[in-house]
C-alpha cells in the first residue's frame, strides 16, 4: 500500500508541474487546430482545385485492388468499403498531405515569429548589458555608466539600471 501511494504522490508532483500541464493545453489545441484544417482543406482547398483538374473528388480518388461482394464498378469510396472491396485511398491521402502541409506551414510561421521576438530581446539585453555611458536626465549628456553624480551639472544621479 505504501508503494501506491509514493507512486501516486510521485505521479501527483509529476503531472502538477508546469511544462505538464502546458503539454497537456498544447494537445487540446492542436487536435481543435487539426479538425479546422482538415474542414479547410476538404470544404475548401480541394473543391476549386477538383473543378480546375475537371470536376475531381479527391475523397473519392481511389483504387479497388480486391473486388467486394458487389462487383465494381463502385461509385464512391463509401460504397466500396461498404461492398466489402479492398481499396487504395489515393483521393485520402491526398487531404491528408495538404492538411499536413498546411499544419508545417502554421507551425514554422509561429516558431519564425517566436525566434525573431527572441532575437530582439536578446539584442535589447546585449546593447543594455555593453553601455558603458548613460544620459543625464537632467542636463542631458554622456557620463559614465557607474557615475552616481553628474560631473556637469552636478546633479545626483538616481540608481537605475543602463541608462540610456
Do not use: W
Not at 481543435?32 to 479527391?58: H, Q
Not at 536578446?122 to 559614465?144: G, L, M, R
Amino acid at each position: 500500500m505504501n508503494i501506491l501511494r509514493s507512486f501516486l504522490s510521485e505521479f501527483k508532483k509529476f503531472a502538477m508541474r508546469g511544462n505538464v500541464i502546458d503539454m497537456a493545453v498544447g494537445v487540446i489545441i492542436g487536435a481543435a487546430f487539426t479538425k479546422i484544417v482538415d474542414s479547410l482543406v476538404t470544404d475548401i482547398v480541394l473543391p476549386p482545385i477538383g473543378v480546375l483538374l475537371g470536376e475531381i473528388d479527391f475523397s473519392n480518388m481511389f483504387v479497388v485492388l480486391k473486388d467486394g461482394v458487389t462487383p465494381p464498378p463502385y461509385a464512391s469510396l463509401t460504397a466500396a468499403k461498404a461492398a466489402g472491396a479492398i481499396t487504395l485511398n489515393i483521393g485520402l491521402f491526398i487531404n491528408a498531405v495538404i492538411s499536413f502541409l498546411i499544419v508545417a506551414f502554421a507551425v514554422f510561421v509561429l516558431i519564425k515569429a517566436i525566434n525573431e521576438l527572441q532575437h530582439k530581446l536578446e539584442t535589447k539585453e546585449e546593447k543594455e548589458d555593453n553601455a558603458s555611458s548613460k544620459t543625464c536626465p537632467y542636463c542631458f549628456t554622456d557620463i559614465p555608466i557607474k557615475a552616481t553624480r553628474c560631473p556637469n551639472c552636478t546633479s545626483e544621479l538616481k540608481e537605475e539600471k543602463n541608462q540610456v
